[in-house]
């Protein structure tokens, strides 16, 4: 017993710093948290790792190699069907060796190349594993806010739905009101929980969701309601598509591809081997020369179409790659032109809304007040109740919309996420 509680003291300071770790607010800090814990980021640094170790490994192909050598030569020394002094003999030979065969120059110079191109490729690749990613939790972490702004604004017309029924309700008692307006008042508001009941559930659905991409608590702090900043040209959007992630790594294939193709023809060109040893001890002939070279020229011939079989399939997948690389700019120039047509289209609805939201707010006060006066029966109030709930909830919706469009514009033209979060 001693011994769990002993425990127990030394678990509480840990488990309370645990509990007491702030949640995760911004989206930057949600970005950052998913950084951390995405395994398609992770899939592609290890991709870059091995091509990393792909390009080390063309670059030592291209140099000599070094290495220690011992021969046992073991002869049979039989002359004639006698045998002079035993049946075998064993001679070693130890030597230390630099060689280099298939050597082209050129070839080895387009291997180096080609995996230089493959590894810039597969950092571009993780550069839009990171747009991607960004876009994933930036739909996640407004998503939040929008359900949770919903709900605030579902919970404050419910007050004012309740209110107004117990309104109507002491109406009726003194005969002032119809019963059938104190049940349209009610069923209003039974749709205004039913309302707060789904934006409820969706604040817990999108919330797990993005707990599951940060893989942290997260609490998202309210939207800026304030007016977007207009969107410069679209031209100035297509000038940088040729940093796109994606772009990038396309043409960065395709060069590794035109490498490839430069790798192949050296199956044209003479090959040169050569090979120098010194030798640490010899057989008593030969152990006055310590050391000797040779250089070996070939010259291909024929191949029975070899050669030309894979230069052909180089080319092949350059082109094919080319190909890739020009839908990768056409779709790269379509999706900036979206990008910032539904921009300046959410910038736009924003503020229509927001001019919405403030028309319905004055209308349901005005109509509140003639009700009082007389002047318009409960159904118009009803009416106007709704307009302010449809235009609260258009509100929001455009809100996030517009912040989504920035990002989706800003990662449309190239832009990394660090530059777009700053």
């Known amino acids: 017993m001693p011994r769990h509680l002993a425990l127990a003291l030394l678990l509480c300071p840990a488990l309370a710093a645990a509990q007491a770790e702030p949640p995760v607010r911004t989206l930057r800090e949600a970005y950052l948290a998913a950084l951390e814990n995405s395994d398609a980021v992770a899939i592609s640094e290890k991709t870059i790792a091995e091509a990393e170790a792909l390009r080390r490994a063309a670059l030592g192909g291209s140099f000599p190699v070094l290495s220690a050598r011992h021969v046992t030569d073991v002869q049979d020394r039989r002359v004639g069907g006698s045998q002079l002094g035993g049946s075998q003999r064993a001679q070693n030979e130890g030597m230390l060796r630099l060689s280099k065969t298939g050597l082209t120059g050129y070839r080895e110079l387009a291997a180096v190349k080609a995996s230089k191109s493959a590894l810039a490729q597969r950092e571009h690749e993780r550069r839009r594993a990171e747009q991607l990613l960004l876009l994933d939790v930036a739909g996640a972490y407004y998503g939040v806010v929008q359900a949770r702004e919903n709900a605030e604004a579902t919970s404050q017309l419910l007050a004012l739905a309740d209110k107004r029924l117990a309104e109507i309700k002491d109406r009726v008692r003194v005969g002032r009101a119809r019963e059938a ?67 990038a790594a396309a043409r960065d294939a395709a060069q590794a591809a035109a490498h490839g193709v430069d ?22 002939a030969r152990e006055n020369n310590k050391w000797d070279a040779s250089a070996t020229v070939s010259l291909p011939l024929f191949a029975f179409g070899a050669n030309r079989a894979a230069t052909d399939s180089a080319r092949a997948r350059h082109e094919r790659e080319e ?25 736009r609805q924003l503020e229509i809304q927001r001019r919405s939201g403030e028309l319905a707010r004055r209308d349901y006060r005005l109509q509140s007040a003639d009700e009082r006066r007389g002047l318009v029966t409960s159904i118009e109030v009803l009416q106007s109740l709704d307009r302010l709930n449809i235009s609260g909830l258009a509100f929001n919706d455009a809100l996030v919309q517009a912040r989504l469009a920035a990002i989706a514009l800003e990662t449309a033209a190239g832009a990394a996420p660090e530059e777009i979060l700053k």
């Open 323 to 347: 190909l890739v690389l020009r839908a990768a700019r056409r779709a790269a120039d379509l999706d900036a032109r979206n990008a910032h047509r539904d921009f300046t289209s959410a910038a």
């Open 181 to 247: 307006d104190a049940l349209a008042q009610e069923v209003q508001s039974q749709a205004l929980h039913s309302q707060l009941e789904e934006s409820r559930r969706q604040v817990q659905a999108r919330g797990e969701f993005l707990a599951f991409l940060v893989r942290a608590p997260v609490s998202p702090v309210s939207l800026s309601t304030g007016a977007l900043p207009a969107a410069p040209p679209v031209d100035r959007y297509l000038e940088r598509l040729e940093s796109r992630p994606d772009v």
């Open 263 to 284: 790798v192949a023809r050296g199956g044209y060109f003479p090959e040169v081997g050569l090979q120098g040893n010194y030798y640490g001890y010899r057989p008593p």
